[in-house]
């Protein structure tokens, strides 16, 4: 072997003896609440296509028409000649859904993090996470130059704490430009993707009121499942006015793939000449934006609130059948905690056996020595399904949290 892939056979040996080693497992189906794994049919949760979209017939005729009428690939970015229709058409429906001025559409929701952070904080800025945030975010944070500050998860005043020391500390950073102040940002999730627990919107919009900083929300795990119409959490708690920047995935509930942003014309225009990850990469095939569309215009039918009831229903089945009672279900989200990174591998695979599919998550997704499974439900489930996962779960005696 040569020396740079002996070198690289070290370090993933290094990952393995840690219990860290991951590797990919070709499906063989497409996504629904039984996959093919190699050539076993497993009972999934897994996925986070919560409301069973990603396989709907509406989603599919619609990239299949897409593809008809303007073909595989976007031939360049949006900027050059690549701004083909399916992409306005989605951020007009996006827009109208989330009930912005305007929205901005990126090839994923990492992408929309990365480009979105970078374009509007620089080094002389200041940005404050929540420990518990996506790592596209804290990629994009890093990538910005900008100073950061980690909240404790959750925690308001721990982010009063941060917000007053940067409101102090910004004279002492260095000046961000000739032509601009330097400025504070807030980044969280609505709802939180490996604990499943929500964060205290209301609070955290007072603060950033308060001390003057920006707002930007990760809605990635809320979209199309959280408001009376479906908007996320922030339309439930009645605070999207006093978020400046509303980010969130067209590849979960909604059933496609892409990211999006949603916010004021200004940020959109903005991001369109600022943020590099849209500028100087080729558009998405314009068929996963057609998919996207068909899955925004479905969510806000009947059908749409039907399979939204569906997947509480789910969750609320799911939570009465554990053995530790229940408490009222927040999200479809519900990670049983293990630990070692070894023993989370192990209880999946016993899972596996059992003919149920529940990936174990370890670092860097959560902490080390922190390890979980990661259970998800979906409007597809029946009811038999979750049955035969709370009967599975007893039988190797895994012990799910749920939030309340
Ligand atoms: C999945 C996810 C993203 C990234 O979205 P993709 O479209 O998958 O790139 C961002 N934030 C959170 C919280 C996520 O769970």
């Given at each position: 072997m040569n020396p740079f892939d002996s070198e690289l056979q070290e370090r993933l040996a290094s990952l393995s003896a840690q219990g860290l080693r991951r590797q990919l497992r070709p499906v063989n189906s497409s996504q629904g609440p039984r996959i093919v794994l190699n050539s076993e049919t497993l009972l999934n949760f897994s996925s986070n296509d919560y409301l069973g979209l990603a396989s709907h017939p509406a989603l599919q005729e619609a990239a299949i028409a897409a593809v008809r009428e303007y073909g595989a690939g976007a031939g360049a970015s949006r900027l050059i000649c690549g701004s083909l229709k399916p992409y306005h058409e989605l951020e007009e429906t996006l827009a109208q859904f989330k009930a912005t001025e305007a929205a901005l559409s990126f090839s994923s929701g990492y992408s929309a993090a990365l480009g979105t952070i970078c374009a509007l904080m620089g080094s002389g800025d200041i940005i404050i996470l929540d420990k518990l945030v996506h790592a596209s975010v804290v990629d994009a944070a890093r990538l910005s130059g900008a100073r950061l500050r980690v909240f404790k998860h959750n925690n308001l005043e721990h982010l009063e704490a941060l917000l007053r020391w940067a409101r102090e500390g910004r004279p002492h950073t260095a000046e961000p430009g000739p032509n601009r102040r330097p400025r504070a940002l807030v980044v969280t999730e609505s709802v939180f993707s490996m604990d499943g627990d929500c964060a205290p919107l209301r609070g955290i919009v007072e603060l950033k009121s308060k001390y003057d900083a920006w707002l930007m929300l990760d809605e990635a795990h809320a979209t199309g499942l959280y408001g009376a119409r479906r908007r996320g959490l922030a339309e439930e708690q009645g605070i999207q006015a006093g978020i400046e920047i509303q980010m969130g995935t067209l590849g979960k509930a909604i059933g496609a793939a892409g990211g999006y942003i949603c916010g004021s014309r200004a940020l959109i225009d903005y991001l369109v000449n600022r943020a590099r990850s849209f500028v100087f990469s080729?558009?998405?095939?314009?068929?996963?934006?057609?998919?996207?569309?068909?899955?925004?215009?479905?969510?806000?039918?009947?059908?749409?609130?039907?399979?939204?009831?569906?997947?509480?229903?789910?969750?609320?089945?799911?939570?009465?059948?554990?053995?530790?009672?229940?408490?009222?279900?927040?999200?479809?989200?519900?990670?049983?905690?293990?630990?070692?990174?070894?023993?989370?591998?192990?209880?999946?695979?016993?899972?596996?056996?059992?003919?149920?599919?529940?990936?174990?998550?370890?670092?860097?997704?959560?902490?080390?020595?922190?390890?979980?499974?990661?259970?998800?439900?979906?409007?597809?489930h029946e009811q038999s399904d979750v049955g035969q996962v709370l009967a599975a779960l007893e039988a190797v005696q895994l012990h799910p949290v749920t939030q309340a």
């Amino acid at each position: 072997m040569n020396p740079f892939d002996s070198e690289l056979q070290e370090r993933l040996a290094s990952l393995s003896a840690q219990g860290l080693r991951r590797q990919l497992r070709p499906v063989n189906s497409s996504q629904g609440p039984r996959i093919v794994l190699n050539s076993e049919t497993l009972l999934n949760f897994s996925s986070n296509d919560y409301l069973g979209l990603a396989s709907h017939p509406a989603l599919q005729e619609a990239a299949i028409a897409a593809v008809r009428e303007y073909g595989a690939g976007a031939g360049a970015s949006r900027l050059i000649c690549g701004s083909l229709k399916p992409y306005h058409e989605l951020e007009e429906t996006l827009a109208q859904f989330k009930a912005t001025e305007a929205a901005l559409s990126f090839s994923s929701g990492y992408s929309a993090a990365l480009g979105t952070i970078c374009a509007l904080m620089g080094s002389g800025d200041i940005i404050i996470l929540d420990k518990l945030v996506h790592a596209s975010v804290v990629d994009a944070a890093r990538l910005s130059g900008a100073r950061l500050r980690v909240f404790k998860h959750n925690n308001l005043e721990h982010l009063e704490a941060l917000l007053r020391w940067a409101r102090e500390g910004r004279p002492h950073t260095a000046e961000p430009g000739p032509n601009r102040r330097p400025r504070a940002l807030v980044v969280t999730e609505s709802v939180f993707s490996m604990d499943g627990d929500c964060a205290p919107l209301r609070g955290i919009v007072e603060l950033k009121s308060k001390y003057d900083a920006w707002l930007m929300l990760d809605e990635a795990h809320a979209t199309g499942l959280y408001g009376a119409r479906r908007r996320g959490l922030a339309e439930e708690q009645g605070i999207q006015a006093g978020i400046e920047i509303q980010m969130g995935t067209l590849g979960k509930a909604i059933g496609a793939a892409g990211g999006y942003i949603c916010g004021s014309r200004a940020l959109i225009d903005y991001l369109v000449n600022r943020a590099r990850s849209f500028v100087f990469s080729t558009a998405p095939v314009p068929a996963a934006a057609a998919a996207a569309t068909a899955g925004l215009r479905l969510l806000q039918t009947d059908e749409g609130e039907q399979r939204r009831r569906d997947l509480w229903r789910r969750v609320a089945q799911f939570q009465a059948g554990r053995a530790q009672g229940s408490g009222r279900p927040v999200s479809a989200i519900i990670p049983i905690p293990v630990g070692p990174e070894e023993q989370a591998v192990a209880a999946a695979e016993a899972l596996r056996r059992r003919g149920v599919f529940i990936p174990a998550v370890r670092y860097p997704t959560v902490a080390r020595g922190q390890a979980r499974l990661r259970l998800t439900l979906s409007a597809a489930h029946e009811q038999s399904d979750v049955g035969q996962v709370l009967a599975a779960l007893e039988a190797v005696q895994l012990h799910p949290v749920t939030q309340a």
